[in-house]
């Protein structure tokens, strides 16, 4: 079965650090782009960061520019969003999501989502 | 304020026909044939239902289609079903450093 199974969500304060993990299975994960995408409670999906097949090029949103990380470990089959210097409005369900088609701008297949929740 | 423009919602009757709007502009819906469409149920990830405007993935009934006519995508969903309930976001590929954009997502409601 083709799955991705997202992991590392919790509280945390602002200012500090959450990493969060994406297993891959049931396809040739090195062979595509991967996303991170959030939506924050009661809100719209946004795009947060994608990677290229073999991690050498990553694009991000602007509004977590120079705080998160996306990177990857195709040996591992997983993808990890290191988010540094988080604030309030980071709170969201992340999911990791596979790029598909010729632009590689639409999400066939989603993880299940993990929450963060930054508060004091 | 999302990056596409959707209406907040929509709503109709068991079997009737129905069109979801997504407006953006030449740099996203307007300039490429990138545009996607997913369900989203409550409580549950997204659903993949058109990609490249009118691109329907395998096991997505034929009752979804897409189309495009300038800076605006549409999405229909004919024969309405209950089970169609749900909310829908339409998504384009953007040529600035924001690669992809979301509208703002239309809650269907099936009346």
């Known amino acids: 079965e083709v799955q991705l199974v997202e992991s590392g969500g919790g509280l945390v304060q602002p200012g500090g650090s959450l990493r969060l993990s994406c297993a891959a299975s049931?396809?040739?994960?090195?062979?595509?782009?991967i996303s991170w995408v959030r939506q924050a409670p009661g809100k719209g999906l946004e795009w947060v960061a994608h990677?290229?097949?073999?991690?050498?090029?990553?694009y991000y949103v602007d509004s977590v520019k120079g705080r998160f990380t996306i990177s990857r470990d195709n040996a591992k089959n997983s993808l990890f969003l290191q988010m540094n210097s988080l604030r309030v409005e980071d709170t969201a369900v992340y999911y990791c999501?596979?790029?598909w088609g010729l632009g590689g701008a639409a999400f066939d297949i989603w993880g299940q989502g993990t929450m963060v929740t930054v508060s004091s | 304020q999302s990056a596409l423009t959707q209406p907040a919602s929509v709503s109709g009757s068991p079997g009737q026909s129905i069109t979801i709007s997504c407006t953006g502009t030449?740099?996203?819906?307007?300039?490429?044939?990138?545009v996607s469409w997913y369900q989203q149920h409550p409580g549950k990830a997204p659903k993949l239902m058109i990609y490249?405007?009118?691109n329907r993935p395998s096991g997505v009934s034929n009752r979804f289609s897409g189309s495009k006519s300038g800076n605006t995508a549409s999405l229909t969903i004919s024969g309405l079903q209950a089970e169609d309930e749900a909310d829908y976001y339409c998504?384009?590929?953007?040529?600035?450093?924001?690669?992809?954009?979301f509208g703002g997502g239309t809650k269907l409601t099936v009346l």
């Open positions: 998504s384009s590929y953007r040529s600035s450093t924001t690669l992809v954009v």
């Open positions: 030449s740099s996203d819906v307007g300039g490429y044939n990138y």
């Open positions: 490249e405007v009118s």
């Open positions: 049931g396809f040739s994960f090195s062979s595509y782009w």
């Open positions: 990677i290229k097949p073999d991690g050498s090029n990553q």
């Open positions: 999501a596979r790029n």
